[in-house]
């Protein structure tokens, strides 16, 4: 069997306590064991481990070599369990600090909601606000800690100033329209279509738009006659139901739409546009208990993607 398997907390807390004390009697007494049964904890220990911990020394004890290399770590694990403890029990019982999470479109409607119910029923007690908006803007209050998390793309490298990022799946760029439009269900569209009907597109600055850009290259696409710039969600699909527009945005956005056959994807190759998709935080520093559940339900339900 595996050692650390073996292994239980009263194993260190015998451990860490008479290492503490210098004296098994002390730690008995802390402990509120008797002291051969602290003494009994101490044996089995060093059974496991096949080393001896603890020699005597005179009337006292004190470590061996051994010993002290294993305290290092006995003591910042036992530190951590009771961390936990306490952290498990703040969440049954206190409301922690708001958990301010910046989502880019392409997760605030696929990976972000799943996540949120998720959260509510974990018994944490911290508010949750997810926000969304521009890139850019997401980054500047993350930086400036109004945020604790972004999940989004990859921005460009000198976006990510100060920040890190943490890739989780990947996504690209599509070419979408209503189910209603004259262009849906073609299998061969022309390079001229984005000249002949009004077209949603990425504005500078935009993650997706520089991406976007090389494909019309790539693809001698003619530019937009009708050009709308925007990064609104909501703006895009209410105008995609009511017009005869093309809209080119990331495919996580409007994958609800597709699975339903409201919207349909044209048939461009735009392998090009794709990128990662993931987390980004404070370089230098660790969000709060809550913060941190938060981005793991973010990394369980992208796993596989």
């Not at 004296?23 to 089995?44: D, F, H, K, N, W």
């Not at 958990?99 to 972000?112: C, D, E, H, N």
């Not at 508010?127 to 945020?147: A, F, Y």
Request: glycine share 8%; charged share 25%.
């Amino acid at each position: 069997m595996d050692i650390s398997r073996r292994i239980k907390i009263r194993h260190l807390e015998a451990f860490v306590e008479v290492a503490r004390q210098k004296s098994v009697g002390r730690a008995a007494i802390t402990l509120s064991l008797t002291q051969p049964a602290v003494t009994r904890t101490i044996r089995e220990l060093e059974e496991i481990v096949g080393a001896a911990l603890i020699e005597r020394e005179g009337r006292g004890i004190r470590l061996s070599h051994q010993g002290e290399v294993f305290l290092s770590h006995a003591g910042s694990g036992l530190a951590a369990v009771r961390g936990g403890i306490a952290a498990l029990a703040n969440v049954a019982t206190v409301a922690g600090p708001p958990v301010r999470v910046g989502a880019l479109p392409t997760v605030s409607a696929t990976i972000m909601p799943g996540a949120v119910a998720e959260f509510l029923d974990s018994g944490f007690k911290s508010p949750l606000r997810v926000i969304t908006g521009e890139n850019r803007v997401l980054l500047d209050q993350l930086r400036k800690g109004d945020l604790d998390l972004v999940m989004g793309r990859m921005p460009a490298p000198e976006n990510m100033v100060s920040l890190r990022f943490e890739p989780l799946y990947r996504d690209r760029v599509i070419f979408v329209v209503s189910r209603t439009h004259p262009l849906a269900g073609q299998r061969q569209v022309t390079a001229d279509i984005l000249a002949r009907h009004p077209v949603l597109v990425p504005p500078e600055g935009s993650i997706i738009h520089p991406f976007v850009e090389r494909l019309m290259l790539e693809q001698g696409m003619a530019r937009p006659g009708r050009a709308i710039e925007t990064v609104s969600d909501s703006f895009g699909r209410a105008y995609l139901r009511a017009s005869d527009a093309i809209w080119i945005i990331s495919r996580g956005v409007v994958a609800a739409e597709i699975a339903s056959g409201e919207f349909v994807e044209l048939p461009i190759d735009t392998g090009s546009t794709m990128g990662a998709v993931g987390l980004i935080t404070r370089e230098t520093e660790t969000p709060h208990d809550a913060a941190v559940f938060f981005a793991d339900l973010l990394r369980r339900r992208t796993a596989g993607n």
